[in-house]
């Protein structure tokens, strides 16, 4: 039996309806940005195989590291333990970012790492026996898959299965100059409720690289700040450089309380996931009482291999090379941009950094499911380029290592594509 056909008898493959999707394509070596089928195929992968590859696939350094750690410790239970890579790691991270994140807590993933956030969040306020329970997010925004995830995430058809087992949140437009204030109002109005505030920083990934600007969140945080409800920078898409610097969080001066991390936190490597926090939310959960404790851990917490794996990534993330890559990508994607922003068939163009979208018009058909998704993802796949449109927008996200050659080809692809579909 072929990859496919055996996988195809066992495996089960997720945001795929299984009846009706052709055949996974079965990958058997990555090399830089690209990809390659067991046939010999090569595929760009431009979407840096859901925003998790920051510095190409099998990359020799982190493969060298995860090898090493492989032949000294391949796991340890973290609670009464610890180990060197966990303890470095921390420290590391916790020296990139704002001045007041002083404690990490480790986690799987992603969605992991938000339900630790939220859940420190709302036992910060039980623990200081205040009845604060409610969360203020923004409409459309993605945090996960787990059920806290999903709650603080946009009601969708991707969560209408489960809408009603959801806790109720309060949810908010993505802030600009004329809608600011009652933003503000509506968040005075709630302020003895909120517990906290849970955004993702200037781009909305799932919802469509939906992009907003750093003045209005800043102004939000300062008012949150001002009305003591905690906030919590979901940082797992657009850390480690995708935006243009090292975090987003630094296109904005107020500083959250809590921060969370995955995908490129291993340069795409496995899975390990990260919530930090400021002092002022670890000490309340300090106490003789023990049922202050924040209840919460994961059987692979803080895996030494995971965190081998960021620490080689955090090394390529230093490196000159990979600002300067940062910026070039950047800097071209603008270029495509104003190339193709007056074409009949783009709706709108948008970029924060490394992150391109663009909208193809289609009327009021601008529905996830629509056919058009389907028909754009397999033309970019026949032409050797993973893609995966959101509805009618595509968006690229590469790898830093990225080719100026290997960029070109993908713009000109797309290029392509509005004149013949």
């Known amino acids: 039996m072929s990859l496919v056909d055996r996988d195809l008898k066992v495996i089960w493959h997720p945001y795929t309806q299984m009846k009706t999707a052709l055949p996974p394509i079965p990958i058997v070596r990555g ?42 410790l391949e796991h340890v239970i973290f609670a009464g333990f610890t180990h060197e890579g966990a303890v470095a790691l921390a420290e590391r991270l916790l020296t990139l970012l704002p001045g007041n994140q002083q404690k990490a807590f480790y986690s799987d993933n992603g969605s992991t790492a938000i339900e ?36 603080v995430s946009g009601r969708s058809a991707f969560t209408a299965a489960f809408d009603s087992l959801l806790f109720e949140v309060e949810f908010i437009d993505l802030p600009n100059k004329e809608n600011i204030a009652e933003l503000k109002s509506q968040i005075s109005g709630l302020k003895s409720e909120l517990a906290c505030f849970i955004f993702e ?40 450089g995708r935006t243009g610097k090292s975090f987003a969080c630094y296109h904005v001066t107020e500083q959250p309380d809590i ?29 003789d009482d023990r049922l202050k404790t924040l209840f919460h851990g994961h059987s692979f917490t803080a895996n030494p291999i995971a965190c081998a794996a960021a620490l080689a990534s955090m090394d390529l993330f230093m490196e000159p090379a990979t600002q300067s890559n940062i910026n070039r990508i950047s800097t071209s994607h603008k270029a495509f941009l104003d190339k193709i922003k007056h074409h009949p068939k783009v709706k709108t163009v948008r970029q924060t950094g490394t992150i391109v979208a663009l909208e193809w018009e289609t009327g009021n058909d601008t529905s996830y499911f629509s056919s058009l998704r389907d028909t754009l993802y397999q033309y970019f796949l026949n032409a050797g380029i993973i893609l995966r449109p959101l509805g009618n927008i595509i968006y690229i996200l590469p790898p830093y290592c990225i080719t100026d050659t290997e960029l070109s080809y993908i713009y000109s692809k797309i290029m392509q594509a509005l004149e013949e579909i």
């Open 31 to 72: 090399e830089g940005a690209c990809l390659y089928d067991e046939s010999g195929k090569k595929y760009i992968d431009a979407v840096s195989s859901w925003w998790v590859n920051i510095h190409g696939h099998a990359h020799p350094h982190i493969a060298k590291k995860v090898s090493e750690q492989l032949n000294k």
């Open 116 to 151: 630790v956030a939220i859940k420190m969040c709302l036992q910060y306020w039980h623990n200081k026996g205040e009845g604060r329970t409610k969360i203020l997010a923004f409409k459309n925004a993605y945090h996960g898959d787990t059920f806290g995830a999903m709650a």
């Open 201 to 240: 920083p200037l781009v909305q990934g799932a919802g469509g690289m939906l992009m907003y600007e750093a003045q209005y969140l800043d102004e939000l945080m300062k008012h949150c700040r001002n009305e003591a409800v905690l906030m919590i920078d979901d940082e797992v898409f657009t850390g480690f």
């Open 259 to 287: 921060m969370c991390f995955s995908k490129g936190l291993t340069g795409g490597t496995m899975a390990l996931g990260m919530t930090t926090c400021s002092q002022q939310i670890y000490d309340a959960f300090l106490s």
